[in-house]
């Protein structure tokens, strides 16, 4: 009897051992274990193809995203059978991701080209779950090898190309022969290591200007962020900490920092912007702007005192430019599909700031004392396609920042903070991370953290940030080159299998 079930449990079981190979545990190897396991009861029951990789995809994201039951279950005013149940419909969903690469694979290749057709179709279907129903590209294989020696291929290949090799090399191990192709599976293996070992060495971009940059984490707790009466506190914080760091030549506030509207903050921001004028700085700040007369609503950025370095005057006005208007928006966090049916059915579906408006997929980068800065709200930094559309040639650096109170003492933000050092290491450009109450930190052009501030303590960062010149691969190209080598694969299998 626990013969017959045995492939279905390691498969479930190796799914969730991977939530050790991401951030906060960072134990990469532990990846191609659980993949390999995985792939091995696939192969040893190719008919049941579509289960095995189901089951594999329920332990990867059930373990993996665990986190989200946090937020449900604190701030949704859902039972916990309720939020269980809404967690467990998440991962199952996610789960067919994987179990449709390794059916689609079993259905139409034959077993002798399994690993060459098992990456292109997996790198299809991470394409098709980062943009259906809005996308959910969190977890993705490749995030597991940002210190692994496949590394070296990130800002060629980007994190995608990076998860189809990782599948092909996992795929390699565990449908082939061992005894009868040892020597192909040494030499592939080999050759990758060493590839991306001298990948690795080579400076894509350099480093150019530096530039003093100050992290404000005000650790504002999720339960009273938007209560009236603690808007006052919260904007005496955020002014008590920039006090300590206003010789800065930029700050940061985390994502919707100011707790009142942009229209009733007039006063205040104008204020802030005369006195980051003062001190030859400039202010960035999350904030939320409803328009009364169009009604839409924005999750913004905006920039306040020095735009460029010889500013003597500030520039805010209500509705200026030098603002950012998330586009990516969160799913019940910030926009409610099917609002008017879904909204009444529980508190959760009703949060506040949860009825956004879009801003445009590509928008001008922000302009803080002369530095162009490239922004990524919360969610959008998962998205390397959204943010490589917004690099422009003189991007100086990254801005990303977010409020992961949502996720309490879970290892989301650590995940979060893992794919923002992704997304420097694909392009080539330092990443500033700034959050209500952590992980705030700076990450070098190179995706490695250069400092960072300890989670649920209200403090400052202050550091250096080397702006870069230059492209990666991955910045020039994006996954073109994987979608054509993709191609290529699918087009070499469907050949030699009419020959055979």
Same mark, same amino acid.
């Given at each position: 009897?626990?013969?017959?079930?045995?492939?279905?449990?390691?498969?479930?079981?190796?799914?969730?051992?991977?939530?050790?190979?991401?951030?906060?545990?960072?134990?990469?190897?532990?990846?191609?274990?659980?993949?390999?396991?995985?792939?091995?009861?696939?192969?040893?029951?190719? @008919?049941?193809?579509?289960?095995?990789?189901?089951?594999?995809?329920?332990?990867?994201f059930?373990?993996?995203?665990?986190?989200?039951?946090?937020?449900?279950?604190q701030?949704?005013?859902?039972?916990?059978?309720?939020?269980?149940?809404?967690?467990?419909?998440?991962?199952?969903?996610?789960?067919?991701?994987?179990?449709?690469?390794?059916?689609?694979?079993?259905?139409?290749?034959?077993?002798?080209?399994?690993?060459?057709?098992?990456?292109?179709?997996?790198?299809v279907?991470?394409?098709?779950?980062?943009?259906?129903?809005?996308?959910?590209?969190?977890?993705?294989?490749?995030?597991?090898?940002?210190?692994?020696?496949?590394?070296?291929?990130?800002?060629?290949i980007?994190?995608?190309?990076?998860?189809?090799l990782?599948?092909?090399?996992?795929?390699?191990?565990?449908?082939?022969n061992?005894?009868?192709?040892? $020597?192909?599976? !040494?030499?592939?293996?080999?050759?990758?290591?060493?590839?991306?070992?001298?990948?690795?060495?080579?400076?894509?971009?350099e480093? @150019?200007?530096?530039h003093?940059?100050?992290?404000?984490?005000?650790?504002i707790?999720?339960s009273?962020?938007?209560?009236?009466?603690?808007?006052?506190?919260?904007?005496q914080? #955020?002014?008590?900490?920039?006090?300590?760091?206003?010789?800065? @030549?930029?700050?940061?506030?985390?994502?919707?920092?100011?707790?009142?509207?942009?229209?009733?903050?007039?006063?205040?921001?104008?204020?802030?912007?005369?006195?980051?004028?003062?001190?030859?700085?400039?202010?960035?700040?999350?904030i939320? %702007? #409803?328009?009364?007369?169009? /009604? /839409?609503?924005?999750?913004?950025?905006?920039?306040?005192?020095?735009?460029?370095?010889? =500013?003597?005057?500030? $520039? #805010?006005?209500?509705?200026? %430019?030098?603002?950012?208007?998330?586009?990516?928006?969160l799913?019940?966090g910030?926009?409610?599909? !099917? /609002?008017?049916?879904?909204?009444?059915?529980?508190?959760?579906?009703?949060?506040?700031?949860?009825?956004?408006?879009?801003?445009?997929?590509?928008?001008?980068?922000?302009?803080?004392?002369?530095?162009?800065?490239?922004?990524?709200?919360?969610?959008?930094?998962?998205?390397?396609?959204? !943010?490589?559309?917004?690099?422009?040639?003189?991007?100086d650096?990254?801005?990303?920042?977010?409020? =992961?109170?949502?996720?309490?003492?879970?290892?989301?933000?650590?995940?979060? !903070?893992?794919?923002?050092?992704?997304?420097?290491? /694909?392009?080539?450009?330092?990443?500033?991370?700034?959050?209500?109450?952590?992980?705030?930190?700076?990450i070098?052009?190179?995706?490695?953290?250069?400092?960072?501030?300890?989670?649920?303590?209200?403090?400052?960062?202050? =550091?250096?940030?080397?702006?870069?010149?230059?492209?990666?691969?991955?910045?020039?190209?994006? @996954?073109?080159?994987?979608?054509?080598?993709?191609?290529?694969?699918?087009?070499?299998?469907?050949?030699?299998?009419?020959?055979?």
């Amino acid at each position: 009897m626990l013969a017959r079930y045995l492939p279905y449990l390691l498969a479930a079981l190796s799914g969730g051992l991977l939530v050790f190979a991401y951030a906060p545990f960072n134990l990469w190897i532990v990846a191609p274990i659980a993949v390999i396991t995985a792939l091995r009861q696939w192969r040893n029951r190719p @008919d049941k193809a579509l289960l095995i990789g189901w089951l594999f995809g329920l332990g990867w994201f059930g373990a993996g995203i665990s986190w989200v039951h946090v937020s449900i279950a604190q701030f949704g005013g859902l039972p916990l059978i309720a939020s269980i149940t809404l967690m467990a419909v998440l991962s199952a969903y996610l789960a067919l991701f994987p179990g449709i690469a390794l059916w689609l694979t079993s259905k139409y290749s034959t077993p002798a080209f399994w690993p060459i057709s098992l990456a292109a179709i997996w790198f299809v279907m991470e394409f098709i779950r980062s943009w259906l129903l809005s996308g959910f590209p969190w977890l993705s294989l490749g995030y597991t090898q940002l210190n692994s020696p496949l590394n070296g291929w990130i800002p060629v290949i980007g994190e995608t190309g990076v998860t189809a090799l990782f599948v092909l090399l996992c795929a390699i191990f565990a449908l082939w022969n061992i005894k009868r192709n040892w $020597h192909y599976q !040494l030499t592939i293996v080999t050759t990758c290591i060493v590839s991306g070992w001298v990948l690795n060495s080579i400076s894509w971009t350099e480093p @150019d200007t530096s530039h003093t940059v100050s992290l404000v984490q005000g650790n504002i707790e999720q339960s009273i962020r938007w209560v009236p009466e603690q808007d006052l506190p919260t904007l005496q914080k #955020y002014q008590a900490l920039t006090e300590l760091v206003w010789e800065s @030549d930029i700050i940061v506030w985390p994502e919707a920092a100011i707790p009142t509207l942009e229209s009733r903050s007039q006063p205040f921001l104008n204020q802030l912007d005369i006195e980051a004028i003062q001190n030859k700085a400039a202010l960035i700040t999350g904030i939320v %702007n #409803y328009n009364f007369e169009t /009604e /839409e609503a924005y999750n913004n950025l905006l920039v306040l005192g020095q735009y460029q370095a010889s =500013d003597i005057h500030g $520039h #805010y006005r209500y509705f200026h %430019n030098n603002r950012y208007a998330k586009h990516h928006l969160l799913p019940i966090g910030e926009f409610v599909p !099917l /609002e008017s049916l879904i909204r009444p059915l529980a508190p959760l579906f009703d949060l506040p700031m949860s009825s956004f408006n879009r801003g445009n997929n590509v928008q001008p980068n922000l302009v803080a004392k002369g530095v162009n800065i490239a922004p990524a709200i919360c969610f959008e930094i998962a998205f390397p396609r959204q !943010l490589r559309a917004n690099l422009k040639h003189n991007t100086d650096m990254i801005l990303t920042v977010s409020n =992961d109170a949502w996720f309490g003492h879970s290892h989301g933000p650590a995940q979060h !903070l893992q794919i923002a050092q992704m997304r420097a290491k /694909e392009f080539g450009l330092p990443v500033i991370r700034s959050t209500n109450n952590g992980v705030t930190a700076v990450i070098n052009h190179k995706g490695k953290i250069q400092s960072q501030l300890p989670q649920f303590e209200a403090a400052t960062l202050t =550091d250096k940030v080397q702006a870069t010149r230059g492209n990666t691969p991955y910045r020039l190209l994006g @996954d073109t080159p994987m979608w054509i080598l993709v191609t290529l694969m699918g087009i070499f299998v469907y050949l030699q299998q009419r020959k055979s």
